[in-house]
């Protein structure tokens, strides 16, 4: 199962990503291309290899038509800081950059309605929402990257007290944050992975300036990102932003459900492919965001217990928490909604907890991918205000659904393949049904269907 797996040990933004992923793909000429499908003018890419405490790493930057777009610092590259400043702070005043290595030009000229305020050109949100709508990517290109962009607007819209389709994006910003996030989208798109994971996102602390005056870090945009996807977001002691709210709605939405592993640790995989993207301002640790490609490998146990039978393996999220205050009802109808929106199983189990008081213990078994969605009906349906969240890989017996005639109707039967052989079993839904409709017993419908099967037994 081809994986990715984001290394955030120092943060993450849009460049950075676009640097890692680019290292797996090793296509730049494909990224322009593709990037040009935009019909966004005014910018030109300039992709670079630095070296990060002797690693040699990608670093791509967007450099905008009137040379405004990243604040230089020690290092000669734009901080983390300015891809925040130049989405929150429009009056923000950029300093110039000098072009380094080689880089690959498109200007074009628009016909894009933008709105102005205090003499800058702004982008709204829907405006962008248009232009990637109406752009030759792909669909699942154009799908992403609005979903990505979707996190950062809601987030901007939170903090400011807007409406998502009045965020406004300086005209800088706004170019520098469609580059990233829809030429990640492309990379994703390119790479196809199966599963994306991430670690512990990493953030520094203190405070950044912006025309407005300081903002504390993480920045508000980044936190409400954080929140609204449950991600984990940890703080070291480095006293700058590690996060930008373009990375931080990349990472987000790419690792979806998945999120991690226990403690943010890597699942087993064999890497096959390492993709570096480089960060240009010097910090105390290596300024690298680092990617890996590789396929996710199987449980061992699983692994032996399908040597020579057939046997397939997957992977399954399981949630729980312990509830002392949930009614009988309300449990029953949370288990309801949990099993209707596919959860694989629900079930309670007694336990005795704090303060003398008999609780049950909420269990969910979750497909990956619906492991958040699971997690919100939850939250919804009962009293908790906290879910534990693992990750647990089972062998499953291969097995397939068919229809049989028994004198009572057409029933149901789940047909599994052993060690032993085929098993059959009714299913019990259609039984009972089966049964309310013939005014006969489920055990008489069940012992039709056995006798059915004595019947091609023998007759084999």
């Not at 580059?179 to 405070?207: K, N, W």
């Not at 943010?264 to 096959?272: A, F, K, Q, T, V």
């Not at 291969?398 to 060690?419: C, D, I, S, W």
């Not at 009714?426 to 059915?452: H, N, T």
């Amino acid at each position: 199962m081809k994986t990715l797996y984001f290394d955030c040990a120092s943060g993450i933004s849009g460049d950075m990503t676009l640097g890692a992923l680019l290292g797996l793909t090793d296509d730049p000429g494909y990224l322009v291309e593709e990037l040009e499908k935009l019909h966004l003018d005014g910018y030109r890419l300039s992709f670079q290899r630095i070296a990060k405490n002797a690693v040699m790493a990608n670093h791509v930057n967007v450099l905008v038509a009137d040379a405004h777009e990243h604040v230089h610092d020690e290092d000669g590259g734009h901080c983390h800081e300015q891809e925040h400043c130049d989405e929150h702070c429009p009056e923000h005043e950029h300093c110039h950059v000098h072009e380094h290595g080689h880089s690959h030009g498109h200007e074009h000229d628009h016909g894009h309605e933008h709105s102005h305020e205090n003499g800058h050109t702004n982008r709204s949100f829907g405006d962008i929402r248009k232009m990637i709508e109406e752009s030759g990517l792909a669909q699942e290109t154009k799908e992403l990257a609005l979903r990505i962009f979707t996190r950062v607007a809601r987030a901007e819209a939170k903090v400011h007290g807007k409406g998502m389709n009045e965020v406004q994006f300086h005209e800088v910003g706004a170019v520098d944050s469609i580059v990233d996030i829809v030429g990640c989208a492309i990379l994703i798109t390119q790479i196809a992975p199966d599963r994306v994971y991430s670690s512990v996102i990493h953030e520094g602390h203190g405070f950044i300036r912006c025309q407005h005056g300081l903002l504390s870090v993480p920045v508000p945009a980044v936190s409400e990102i954080f929140a609204d996807a449950q991600m984990p977001l940890q703080q070291i002691d480095i006293d700058t932003e590690l996060v930008t709210p373009t990375g931080a709605a990349i990472i987000t939405e790419l690792t979806g459900s998945y999120g991690g592993t226990e403690a943010g640790l890597m699942p087993p995989l064999r890497p096959e492919k390492i993709g570096w993207g480089a960060g240009t301002k010097v910090l105390p640790i290596p300024n690298l965001l680092k990617v890996t490609l590789g396929n996710l490998i199987e449980d061992r146990k699983t692994e032996t217990l399908s040597e020579g039978f057939p046997c397939a393996s997957d992977e399954i999220v399981v949630l729980e928490t312990n509830l002392d205050d949930c009614g009988g009802e309300v449990l029953g109808y949370a288990m309801e909604q949990l099993l209707l929106a596919g959860a694989l199983d629900v079930f309670f189990t007694p336990i005795h907890m704090k303060k003398n008081r008999p609780g049950v213990l909420l269990t969910v078994l979750s497909r990956p991918e619906d492991a958040e969605k699971q997690e919100r009906l939850i939250f919804l349906h009962t009293t908790t205000i906290g879910i534990r969240r693992r990750t647990e890989q089972r062998a499953v017996l291969n097995r397939a659904k068919e229809v049989v005639k028994t004198p009572y109707g057409e029933l149901e039967v789940k047909k599994v393949l052993t060690p032993d052989g085929i098993r059959s079993y009714p299913e019990y839904d259609s039984a009972a049904k089966l049964a309310a409709e013939s005014g006969r017993s489920l055990w008489e419908v069940y012992q039709s269907y056995e006798k059915l099967e004595r019947v091609v037994s023998e007759s084999i």
